[in-house]
């Protein structure tokens, strides 16, 4: 009679988790404590099982998905946890336990999978074209003094596919193609992408394809137009659009004005040293 807190197996006991479930007492979520005792577990077990529920009782995260939820969120899946030992030492592990119709890791629906994996074939795409056209940048460009190859555009007219000192030369001083490739910049990618000059549009974040290159040995000064010349004194003459604007520094892909060099690089990659210095 009384009590209920001796020896294993004894009816009064509270109800445990199923046995090597993921509801195991260990890490049970269901609402069974940890010091029940299943039938036929010695008192001595039991206490081992308290034990293993304390040494894991640390706050432990699941794997999220894109939008920062554990697990989905609570209509795809839950978190639940499990002791496990690890180089000698009691740690416990959550994972995903993922509704019907949700996939693991992280209980994704169907569509959520696709989409990324169209977005990572799209990375891999643009990737490989990437590598395409720098490859083809190299065989066509071998003078190191010209060796940025201008966008295969009409814009550019007969400066297309040719190579150049630097981004700004594909316009040939000619200020109208260089406002129309602005426009072009400002306004051609969807949402969620960035226009790069060498790259076309690509998903925001990514790195786009330098305007410049590195300039060579025997022409190591980066002139004001991101050219590159043997001294300062052999620039080329140097009409700067920006001059005179709240952003007076012309970046090097020729079009955009920046406040300073930082703000240019925040849009516009380069290879190489920046005006007015010497590789």
Do not use: H
Request: net charge negative; hydrophobic share 25%; proline share 6%.
């Amino acid at each position: 009679d009384g009590g209920g807190s001796g020896g294993g197996g004894g009816g009064d006991k509270a109800p445990c988790c199923k046995e090597g479930s993921t509801d195991d007492p260990a890490g049970c979520v269901q609402g069974a404590p940890p010091d029940c005792t299943p039938p036929g577990q010695t008192e001595q077990e039991k206490k081992d099982r308290i034990k293993d529920a304390v040494l894991g009782s640390g706050a432990v995260q699941c794997p999220k998905n894109d939008a920062g939820m554990e697990c989905g969120g609570a209509n795809a899946g839950m978190c639940v946890y499990r002791n496990e030992t690890k180089n000698g030492a009691m740690v416990r592990v959550g994972r995903c336990e993922c509704n019907e119709g949700f996939l693991k890791p992280v209980c994704s629906s169907a569509a959520e999978v696709e989409e990324r994996n169209q977005e990572r074939g799209a990375v891999v795409e643009a990737t490989q074209n990437k590598k395409k056209k720098e490859e083809g940048r190299k065989s066509k460009c071998t003078d190191e003094a010209m060796a940025f190859l201008c966008p295969d555009d009409p814009i550019f007219r007969t400066l297309a596919d040719t190579c150049q000192a630097s981004m700004s030369d594909c316009f040939g001083g000619n200020q109208t193609l260089a406002d129309m490739w602005k426009q072009r910049k400002d306004t051609q990618c969807a949402a969620g992408e960035i226009f790069c000059d060498v790259d076309g549009c690509v998903r925001d974040g990514a790195v786009c394809s330098p305007v410049s290159q590195v300039c060579p040995q025997s022409k190591g000064f980066r002139c004001p137009d991101w050219s590159c010349a043997a001294s300062e004194s052999q620039c080329p003459a140097f009409n700067n659009a920006c001059a005179g604007t709240a952003k007076p520094v012309l970046c090097p892909d020729g079009v955009t004005c920046g406040a300073d060099r930082r703000e240019c690089a925040q849009t516009v990659t380069w290879d190489g040293c920046e005006p007015g210095t010497v590789e």
